[in-house]
């Protein structure tokens, strides 16, 4: 028999074997959980679209902030649902708008135990679902956005966020809202852009779980999917206006725009699974095509491997329990 001089099989011939070589590992600190509380909600409202996940009460959202807290995630995004919307999204700069009240909310149940994130971008409080306000032609004004971006994000500072998810991709938009805070006193709240937002598909469940109003789309401002080097370009202009996270969004089907931010960011590289590509799992999973625990995880894993720091996953809780099972 020919001798055989390299053998990279020793390498993957028992679990054990392959756990300490292994190049890539999720933790549960590494996760964060997207999470949605409506306005008025007495109890929790199914998403048909996204199965196992809910429009929250500010009841149920506090005992499952408590639950993922005691998970070991690293952080809860938070998106509200108003009751009501108007044409400047006002009710997202109310201290007692459904946003800010679950962040205090979420604050005093969990403190400091994980990294409370609120998503700062106005589509949820449009009447028109656009993610900033309009100009007298109907197309989005970006300027005129940042100047309720500022007062937005003062709002979540005040509510108690540490971090805020600037998701809106206007430009300037970190730059406008690192200087309002730090006008008003809240020089430790950290942004995390959106650096990296593509105009997907991908999206659609999570247009049911805030009962998106928009009509039309969102390609004047999100990137064009037919662009790579745009995305590391928009991830390099935000971390010069002050990002303290830039973020790839979506996950799966970006991944080479992940690794090309991730080898040339100076801060830490997050990347979003989003509610398109759960809810696609979720759906081969229960006709039994595919795997599901075995799906989920290596999908989390790719998404770690091509750079993420930390993934933001509607599996975040679940999947910690998993990985807190392996430990």
């Known amino acids: 028999m020919t001798h055989l001089p390299i053998r990279p099989r020793r390498l993957r011939t028992t679990p054990a074997m392959r756990r300490l070589t292994a190049e890539t590992h999720v933790l549960p600190s590494q996760l ?3 999470m949605f509380v409506r306005e008025g909600a007495t109890e929790p409202v199914a998403i048909a679209s996204m199965p196992g996940q809910v429009q929250h009460s500010r009841d149920s ?4 902030v408590t639950q993922a807290a005691e998970a070991g995630v690293g952080g809860v995004m938070l998106f ?5 919307r108007d044409a400047t999204g006002s009710a997202a700069c109310d201290p007692d708008g459904v946003l800010n009240a679950a962040l205090g909310d979420v604050v005093a149940e969990v403190g400091d135990a994980v990294v409370v994130q609120a998503d700062l971008c106005l589509d949820e409080f449009t009447d028109h679902g656009h993610c900033g306000v309009l100009d007298s032609r109907g197309r989005v004004d970006n300027d005129a956005t940042l100047e309720h971006y ?3 994000a003062v709002a979540q500072a005040r509510a108690g966020a540490h971090l805020l998810g600037l998701s809106g991709m206007m430009d300037g938009q970190v730059a406008a809202v690192r200087d309002a805070l730090d006008e008003a006193g809240h ?3 950290a942004l995390l852009a959106y ?3 593509y105009a997907s598909a991908f999206y659609g ?3 049911e779980a805030v009962e998106s109003t928009l009509s039309g789309n969102r390609r004047s401002y999100q990137l064009d999917p037919a662009n790579r080097r745009e995305g590391a370009r928009e991830a390099v202009l935000d971390v010069a206006e002050g990002a303290d996270v830039v973020m790839v969004k979506p996950a799966m089907s970006y991944l080479d725009v992940l690794a090309d931010v991730a080898a040339l960011s100076e801060v830490p590289v997050w990347a979003y699974q989003v509610s398109g590509e759960y809810a696609m799992v979720e759906a081969a999973a229960a006709q039994g095509w595919i795997d599901r625990r075995g799906a989920i995880t290596e999908s989390v894993l790719g998404i770690r491997r091509a750079g993420a720091e930390a993934v933001l996953t509607y599996w975040a809780v679940e999947l910690a329990g998993w990985l807190r099972e392996g430990i």
């Open 32 to 34: 964060v959980l997207p």
């Open 150 to 152: 500022r007062a937005m």
């Open 187 to 189: 020089t430790d709240v």
């Open 80 to 84: 509200g649902v108003p009751a009501e």
């Open 205 to 207: 469940p999570f247009r």
């Open 195 to 197: 650096a990296a937002k």
């Open 61 to 64: 959202l506090r005992a499952a």
